[in-house]
Antibody
Framework: EVQLVQSGAEVKKPGESLKISCKGS????????IGWVRQMPGKGLEWMGI????????RYSPSFQGQVTISADKSISTAYLQWSSLKASDTAMYYC????????????WGQGTLVTVSS | QSVLTQPPSASGTPGQRVTISCSGS????????VNWYQQLPGTAPKLLIY???QRPSGVPDRFSGSKSGTSASLAISGLQSEDEADYYC????????????FGTGTKVTVL
């Protein structure tokens, strides 16, 4: 069974750094792209970017380029999303999701990680 | 960021048919397949329709999708109370280095 299990909710202050994780299991982690999707409170889905854990090829949406860093550690089947300096506007639910292939659909989703940034 | 436009809401009584539209452009829907996701309250999205009109295993045949030109639509026939959710269309966009774009989302209410 394909599973994407994300790290738990985080409460941070503006300016702090953060790295959240997404562990894949039940499939070959290095053979599928992993994407990250943001959902701000009461809002829709926004695709942030993707990484191919096999070779760490990474692509970002222009809206998120330079704002976050996507990475992966294939030895432990885990993808990451990180911020160096959080802002209040980063408060959102973040989902990791598996893309069936390059330029293909998302077929599985993680349960989501709620990030709250407040002073 | 959303380049795919959906109506914000749709509603129907149990048993009715509800249709949701998704309007895009030549760089996304016009040249790539459309997928639909269902997000039940408080949960992660789930793949509902892929490649315009294909249902993953386990998705009831009450859900159907279609595409024409730069638009797509999702139909729910025989509406049930458990269908009350947010629905999003999505497609790859050929601009830049490739971008997966979501629709603005439609809240379906069962009256």
């Amino acid at each position: 069974e394909v599973q994407l299990v994300q790290s738990g909710a985080e409460v941070k202050k503006p300016g702090e750094s953060l790295k959240i994780s997404c562990k894949g299991s039940g499939y070959s982690f290095t053979s599928y792209w992993i994407g990250w999707v943001r959902q701000m409170p009461g809002k829709g889905l926004e695709w942030m970017g993707i990484i191919y854990p096999g070779d760490s090829d990474t692509r970002y949406s222009p809206s998120f380029q330079g704002q976050v860093t996507i990475s992966a550690d294939k030895s432990i089947s885990t993808a990451y999303l990180q911020w160096s300096s959080l802002k209040a506007s980063d408060t959102a639910m973040y989902y990791c999701a598996r893309h069936l292939g390059e330029l293909s659909r998302i077929d599985y989703w993680g349960q989501g990680t709620l990030v709250t940034v407040s002073s | 960021q959303s380049v795919l436009t959906q109506p914000p809401s749709a509603s129907g009584t149990p048993g009715q048919r509800v249709t949701i539209s998704c309007s895009g452009s030549s760089s996304n829907i016009g040249s790539n397949t459309v997928n639909w996701y269902q997000q039940l309250p408080g949960t992660a999205p789930k793949l509902l329709i892929y490649s315009n009109n294909q249902r993953p295993s386990g998705v009831p045949d009450r859900f159907s999708g279609s595409k024409s030109g730069t638009s797509a639509s999702l139909a729910i026939s025989g509406l049930q109370s458990e269908d009350e959710a947010d629905y999003y269309c999505a497609a790859w966009d050929d601009s830049l280095n490739g971008l997966y774009v979501f629709g603005t989302g439609t809240k379906v209410t069962v009256l």
